[in-house]
């Protein structure tokens, strides 16, 4: 089992190497190069991956060490300074997105509900994908890249309110102590990431 897993990371870690080395010489941004590797090395194409249920798990925590590594870099502050850009510019970014698309499934005969969900879906985008790309491009600490990173975050904190809705548009609604469960666990779990921003996590860094 070990085993396996390690020939899996060892191949990961190879095709990795040779797309980033490959699309940095033709100038293309190497996620989608990753992205590609994951197809073809995925059990639909040639099926070089035999643990697919480790390797997610491990592209979860690289993703969240990418995360970290990124937001080392990244001022709260600044946020709050640009605050009515973010704030309205993800409002509209999100509102016309889903309006268009909605719009465009619902011509499809998608139902009304079908459509509006469809709309959440391609108004809302991949905080890891666009991270690495402004990374890759050094715009990550840029105006316009604290501002789309603000944009992002917004997505992010629009979520919870969209997977309250999302049963709602199933027509599988449960009751009401379920929503009300939800809601306290969002607030719960932005409490303790905010203290441990605040205080916990710059005391810690300090010592390290």
């Known amino acids: 089992m070990q085993y396996e897993l390690l020939k899996d990371i060892v191949v990961i870690f190879l095709l990795s190497t040779s797309v980033n080395f490959l699309f940095t010489k033709i100038k293309t941004p190497t996620i989608i190069g990753y992205l590609l590797t994951g197809i073809i090395a995925g059990p639909y194409v040639l099926k070089l991956i035999s643990d697919q249920h480790d390797i997610e798990m491990l592209a979860e925590v690289g993703v969240v060490m990418l995360m970290f590594s990124i937001g080392l870099e990244f001022s709260l502050n600044h946020l709050f300074k ?11 970014q999100l509102t016309l997105t889903t309006a ?3 719009l465009l499934s619902y011509q499809f005969n998608l139902t009304l509900a079908a459509s509006v969900f469809t709309g959440f879906l391609v108004s809302l985008s991949s905080t890891a994908v666009v991270l690495k790309l402004l990374q890759e491009r050094s715009e990550l600490t840029s105006n316009s890249g604290r501002t789309v990173l603000g944009i992002l975050i917004f997505q992010d904190l629009i979520l919870i309110p969209l997977m309250l809705i999302t049963p709602m548009l199933a027509g599988q609604g449960g009751g009401a102590s379920e929503y009300w469960l939800l809601l306290l666990k969002s607030v719960i779990i932005f409490i303790v990431v905010f203290t441990g921003n605040k205080w916990i996590m710059p005391k810690l860094l300090h010592a390290v």
């Open 82 to 92: 640009i605050r009515k850009v973010v704030f309205l510019g993800g409002l509209l």
């Open 100 to 102: 268009i698309t909605a």
